[in-house]
């Protein structure tokens, strides 16, 4: 690996046996998370979207531990179902410009000159607009929805990526191996993706797991604004969405959802911090 991308390791960051602290208390959270979201259907008390006008806008008691919404929904059952949609976005929101982002980056800065030019303006241009602005138009353009979100994910958030890559990529290509291979006869395909890209993966790895969080969020507000997971599935940034009318009588609405949104942000923040530490990865 270059060492360009290696750092010695702070030493007053805790550790906890072989690895970082934050690693040990983010992956914990994260875990926690996906385990609910996975085991949703035993874990959850009630069905997330069955009404039961009732008992709406009850406050957090023992039966409903984080209260009900003017429906009448159970908010915990909610939150815990909500998981799913909102893991998945985080993900699967990050997989795809991962992997576009990394292929354009790497492309670019080995091939170099228009290549490399051509890549670049584009990657300007489209840092050029706000990223929510130009998310909200492009799912405008398609249809409110998951797909569409991933879609616009894919679409605007892959620039990030591709610089990092990039910018490692220029670096190694001139490294002593990359000479060695070239002199060997190898192909340009195997010596960028076999030789270059596992050395400069690592990086744009650690970003990805702080940029989850981005992910998440936005996801959060596009549900917010109605254009993302559509009612009456259970999403964290639904629910915030439909409490906002009741945050003065039914604070729990609101609160409960916005909670489990920041744990997420913070467990995927410590994961990322802990996971760079660990690897030696400058930032």
């Not at 009630?46 to 009448?72: C, E, H, M, R, W």
């Not at 960028?192 to 993966?201: C, D, K, M, T, Y």
């Amino acid at each position: 690996m270059s060492n360009a991308a290696i750092a010695t390791r702070p030493g007053w960051l805790p550790r906890f046996g072989r690895y970082p602290l934050p690693l040990y208390l983010g992956g914990g959270l994260i875990g926690f998370i996906i385990l609910i979201a996975i085991f949703a259907p035993f874990v959850a008390p009630f069905d997330p979207i069955a009404q039961n006008l009732s008992v709406k806008l009850q406050p957090p008691s023992l039966a409903y531990p984080f209260g009900t919404d003017n429906f009448g929904r159970d908010i915990l059952s909610r939150i815990i179902w909500g998981a799913r949609i909102d893991l998945q976005m985080g993900l699967i929101g990050v997989a795809f410009p991962f992997l576009i982002g990394t292929t354009v980056g790497a492309i670019a800065g080995y091939a170099g000159r228009a290549v490399d030019a051509v890549a670049m303006r584009v990657v300007d241009i489209v840092l050029a607009f706000p990223f929510l602005v130009l998310m909200l138009a492009i799912i405008a353009i398609l249809k409110p929805g998951l797909s569409s979100f991933y879609i616009a994910m894919a679409l605007v958030g892959w620039v990030s990526y591709a610089r990092l890559i990039r910018a490692q990529v220029l670096v190694l290509k001139s490294a002593d191996f990359v000479l060695a291979a070239r002199s060997l006869g190898y192909s340009h395909f195997r010596i960028l993706f076999r030789h270059i890209l596992p050395n400069v993966l690592t990086g744009s790895i650690v970003f990805s797991m702080s940029d989850v969080v981005l992910v998440v969020l936005n996801g959060a507000a596009i549900s917010y604004l109605g254009l993302g997971v559509q009612p009456p599935t259970a999403e964290w940034g639904i629910m915030i969405a439909e409490g906002q009318n009741f945050i003065t009588t039914a604070w729990w609405i609101t609160a409960f959802p916005g909670l489990t949104i920041v744990v997420m942000a913070l467990g995927f923040s410590l994961l990322a911090d802990g996971l760079g530490e660990y690897l030696g990865v400058r930032e």
